[in-house]
């Protein structure tokens, strides 16, 4: 059962960030980005703007954990002493050792300042030093430039791209085309994990 590998009060932290998972308690560090920056949910398909598209967001991602299929974080960021965002684990195959990586994102102003990578380190490192992963995989909307390049930036390989994977969020018409990259553990171990502790460390 996921609660056996990912206990409740499970943290991920460094000198940057700390990572613990995301509680209904914590709608209100999460709500401003519900309330006042709508551009970080033009991508989700599971939207958490509005206060109560964030109540629902959090308790599907709570639902999630729950039933052992995915394990959300909330995400603070240390040198700024506030809450950034979240992201999480999810589609867990523990038969397959294969997990997920995304529903990631973050207010404005943690954008673009190294946030990102010292999260991605800590979860791959968990993934595929704790996990015993063997695959952690990656999607995005082909169309979101910035995502993709993130990805890619901390060394994630493309596999290919699912055409017309599924329909775009609400409000916007025609369905996505989802683009899918992944990181296997020998290159964890031989080239990624050294890439984004440069990165970090720099």
Not at 101 to 121: E, H, M
Not at 161 to 189: A, C, T, Y
């Amino acid at each position: 059962m996921i609660a056996q590998l990912l206990p409740i009060d499970i943290v991920l932290e460094n000198e940057t960030v700390l990572l613990r998972s995301l509680q209904t308690e914590d709608l209100e560090h999460l709500l401003p980005f519900a309330l006042h920056e709508p551009t970080i949910w033009y991508y989700s398909l599971l939207s958490g703007a509005t206060e109560e598209g964030m109540k629902k967001y959090i308790h599907a991602a709570c639902e999630g954990r729950d039933a052992g299929h995915s394990f959300a974080f909330i995400v603070y960021d240390k040198k700024a002493s506030a809450y950034a965002g979240s992201t999480r684990f999810y589609d867990i195959q523990h038969e397959h050792k294969v997990l997920q990586l995304g529903f990631t994102w973050y207010g404005k102003k943690f954008q673009g300042t190294g946030l990102n990578r010292n999260c991605k380190f800590l979860l791959l490192q968990y993934a595929f030093e704790t996990l015993q992963m063997e695959r952690v995989e990656f999607r995005a909307d082909n169309t979101n430039t910035r995502s993709v390049a993130a990805m890619k930036s901390i060394g994630c390989k493309v596999d290919g791209v699912l055409r017309s994977n599924m329909p775009k969020p609400k409000g916007q018409h025609g369905r996505r085309d989802s683009i899918v990259l992944s990181i296997l553990k020998d290159e964890w171990f031989s080239e990624v994990k050294g890439l984004l502790l440069t990165k970090i460390e720099s």
